[in-house]
């Protein structure tokens, strides 16, 4: 799949996850990380929206401005934004 919106570096990632996808790795969980967490940075960065770049992934999902942002501005369904968490728990928890 070619991304044309996205940066080299989503694109990077993508690849890497879909890579680990198709040799069944258990790296997917780290790849799928990687990929939110870069998606949700760029969105953040190209809609001026601050966020604090060391925090992790669901960190940067729970700091009420970005929250706000998603919720209200761009209207991203909440259950979406909810099932986020649930999927960076998932994750985290396989790898430890």
Do not use: P, Q, W
């Amino acid at each position: 799949m070619e991304f044309k919106l996205f940066t080299d570096k989503i694109r990077l990632r993508y690849a890497t996850l879909e890579k680990n996808i198709k040799s069944k790795s258990n790296s997917f969980y780290d790849s799928y990380l990687d990929l939110l967490e870069e998606t949700v940075k760029y969105i953040l960065f190209e809609n001026s929206v601050e966020y604090d770049s060391t925090k992790t992934c669901g960190l940067i999902l729970k700091a009420e401005n970005v929250k706000n942002f998603l919720l209200n501005e761009i209207k991203l369904d909440v259950k979406l934004y909810e099932k986020l968490f649930d999927y960076i728990k998932k994750c985290n928890d396989h790898k430890h």
